[in-house]
């Protein structure tokens, strides 16, 4: 909900927060929380196409950004490297920052901590492209970051599994 509420406003100051609060993944989010808190269930026949429209959006975001790789030069790699390795190192951080503050329980750090190492989101990308916000650049650092995750989140989980389990 941050991500299309704040961030929304964060790359279009003159966006209305009507536009943010109509957005389908504000809709849904809102949605199946009260569906939620109600424990109200929802019917196989919803349910399905639901789930594969959600399958395929992952692969649609990663065709977009592949075609801007595909046109992109490679002049902001350093970019994308530097921020590809702050991006995990100030996750980790905050995250182990945050679980000394926080009543949680092992599990519950653990996996704040994870979540913490992972790369930068695709959906950065294609608000970056959405909102003219230097796509060139997101990108870059989306994919650097993607590629050094698969360094990055060994080394979390090596340093998870000892001290959360």
């Not at 964060?10 to 949605?31: E, F, V």
């Not at 902001?76 to 009543?103: E, K, N, R, Y």
């Not at 750090?109 to 190492?117: E, I, N, P, Q, S």
Request: proline share 6%; glycine share 6%.
């Amino acid at each position: 909900m941050l991500h299309f509420g704040l961030g929304t406003y964060m790359l279009d100051h003159k966006a209305r927060w009507t536009r943010s609060l109509s957005s389908p993944a504000i809709i849904a989010a809102l949605l199946a929380l009260s569906l939620q808190s109600q424990a109200i269930g929802v019917a196989d026949f919803v349910l399905l196409p639901v789930q594969m429209l959600g399958n395929i959006a992952v692969p649609l975001m990663l065709f977009a950004l592949g075609i801007q790789l595909a046109k992109a030069n490679f002049d902001f790699w350093q970019l994308g490297l530097s921020i590809g390795l702050m991006s995990p190192i100030i996750g980790v951080s905050l995250s182990v920052l945050l679980a000394l503050i926080l009543p949680l329980d092992n599990i519950q750090t653990a996996a704040l901590v994870l979540f913490g190492a992972l790369p930068p989101a695709v959906m950065n990308f294609l608000f970056a492209q959405r909102y003219c916000q230097e796509p060139s650049k997101v990108s870059a650092i989306v994919m650097l970051g993607n590629i050094l995750a698969l360094f990055t989140l060994p080394l979390a989980l090596l340093y998870v599994l000892p001290n959360y389990t």
